[in-house]
């Protein structure tokens, strides 16, 4: 009989009880919601309204009930909703009238709402620590194969020579910036709002600053409405996880066209790859694949959310139930991305030879050739176009700006010297454009700096997460 059963007649039917359980994705929540359930004990026994003997059995019991499902030897009853009640409900059976009283002063709302926060928080903790990874081995392919020369695109055409460096922390940076976005989602869940009951508060004498103290929560929420009923911190983390793995995404569509016949610019391990049941030749790139398809259940899932909460009235409503499962799918789901890119780029081998042929292929110097005019007292506009017909004349031609002799140069422009040789080198193309933030060498190198910087910025504000939460375990 469910806990909440006074008030009712008649049971629930058994298809609608099936219909609005949630015990199979709250199972993910059980150490959250017996963490929650003591912290309310011990703050209980300090305001006076539970005995010091009440609690000491509670916790003893809670704590027996996490054993028992850390080992896989819990008895689940499938009539139990949600893991409160199928927690509680054993607390019950094990230590009777005591158990009971547990619940003196909260609400499963107020219960829920912590534990998805507690859960949000291990997330995206998890998600920090993969993210750090992650940059770390971007940062360390940087390095490794700095020197490199690729052909730069935009529209997927040549455009300019630019490092393979210079290319990949791009991708640094992107994922620096999801760093910060996760950072903000784990500071947004870190609101206690246990205390709250089911929407209005309390007339028990209860101490919420105690619990967010016990809990790790940097401060109580200060509405109890808002407390109940508020999942922002939940879009927050999954806007996070979707932009992330959009990040993932784009950076797969590469690994996998560098990895054609056509480009060849690098190849995955055996490890990271995998073959074709008919064509012994194959060699797919699988993994990148799916991190690719796998973005679009991760939007999915912040959309769902979305669609979810934008009509829901104050306080709690049981649509609310359904904001937990995408929450864990997006955050597991992109966590299990990241640990296979690191890998992907760990593993690979890049063709450096393959990529500077490329890289002198589709006129990529004719942007250096035209400032070449321009340096010399030509209108830029001006010397775009005279390039652009030097192009033309090379297509129909079927040479290229390197292939061109010093009077087919002057023929354009007068202006053309024999130094012009010079400014075709894609290696010197790249290596002059020094700028910062450019991909010339100096620039990269500094780049390479900043870059090593935010990692050990970012890797102190994870420690710090991860040594409170061992400070609140220690006191717990």
């Not at 490890?271 to 030749?281: L, N």
Request: net charge negative; proline share 3%.
């Amino acid at each position: 009989m469910a806990l909440w059963s006074g008030r009712f007649e008649q049971s629930v039917d058994r298809f609608t009880q099936r219909f609005g359980a949630s015990l199979e994705v709250d199972k993910k929540m059980y150490s959250q919601d017996i963490a929650g359930s003591i912290a309310h004990a011990k703050m209980l026994a300090r305001q006076g309204v539970l005995s010091e003997s009440d609690v000491e059995r509670i916790e003893v019991g809670l704590l027996e009930i996490k054993h028992e499902i850390d080992l896989g030897r819990f008895k689940w009853d499938v009539n139990d909703e949600d893991i409160h009640m199928a927690v509680e409900g054993s607390l019950i059976d094990d230590i009777g009238a005591a158990g009971a009283r547990l619940h003196t002063g909260r609400s499963r709302n107020d219960q829920v709402a912590t534990d998805i926060r507690l859960l949000a928080k291990d997330l995206i903790t998890s998600l920090l620590t993969e993210n750090y990874s992650l940059r770390k081995v971007v940062l360390r392919a940087a390095r490794k194969n700095f020197g490199t020369v690729m052909p730069g695109y935009t529209h997927m055409q040549h455009a300019q020579p630019v490092l393979f460096s210079h290319h990949l922390l791009a991708y640094f940076w992107m994922f620096t910036r999801d760093f910060k976005r996760l950072h903000d989602a784990f500071v947004a869940a870190d609101a206690n709002p246990l205390g709250s009951a089911a929407l209005a508060g309390t007339t028990y004498p209860l101490d919420r600053h105690y619990t967010s103290e016990l809990l790790g929560f940097d401060h109580p929420i200060p509405n109890s409405m808002d407390a109940v009923s508020d999942r922002d911190y939940l879009l927050d983390l999954e806007y996070a996880c979707s932009v992330s793995m959009m990040h993932l995404s784009r950076l797969c569509e590469e690994i996998i066209t560098w990895s054609t016949t056509e480009f060849g610019f690098i190849t995955l391990s055996d490890s990271y790859s995998t073959g074709s049941s008919i064509m012994p030749q194959k060699k797919n790139p699988d993994f990148a694949e799916l991190t690719r398809g796998k973005t679009g259940r991760v939007v999915g899932d912040l959309v769902s959310l979305l669609v979810t909460m934008k009509g829901l009235p104050l306080a709690y409503n049981k649509d609310l139930q359904e904001c937990k499962e995408g929450a864990i799918d997006a955050a597991d789901t992109l966590r299990d991305c990241m640990i296979l890119m690191e890998g992907m780029i760990d593993t690979w081998e890049v063709h450096p030879r393959r990529m500077l042929e490329e890289a002198s292929l589709g006129f990529t110097a004719a942007t250096d050739v035209a400032d070449y005019l321009a340096k010399r007292g030509i209108p830029f506009r001006k010397a775009h176009e005279i390039v652009g017909e030097l192009v033309l004349y090379c297509e129909k031609h079927k040479v290229g700006l390197e292939d061109l002799t010093l009077e087919e140069f002057q023929q354009a422009s007068p202006l053309f010297g024999k130094d012009i040789v010079g400014e075709l080198d894609p290696e010197g193309i790249a290596r002059a454009r020094e700028t910062y933030g450019g991909t010339g060498h100096d620039a990269v190198r500094e780049q390479i700096r900043e870059a090593s910087k935010s990692l050990k910025r970012d890797r102190r504000q994870t420690k710090a997460i991860l040594d409170k939460r061992e400070a609140v375990r220690r006191q717990a």
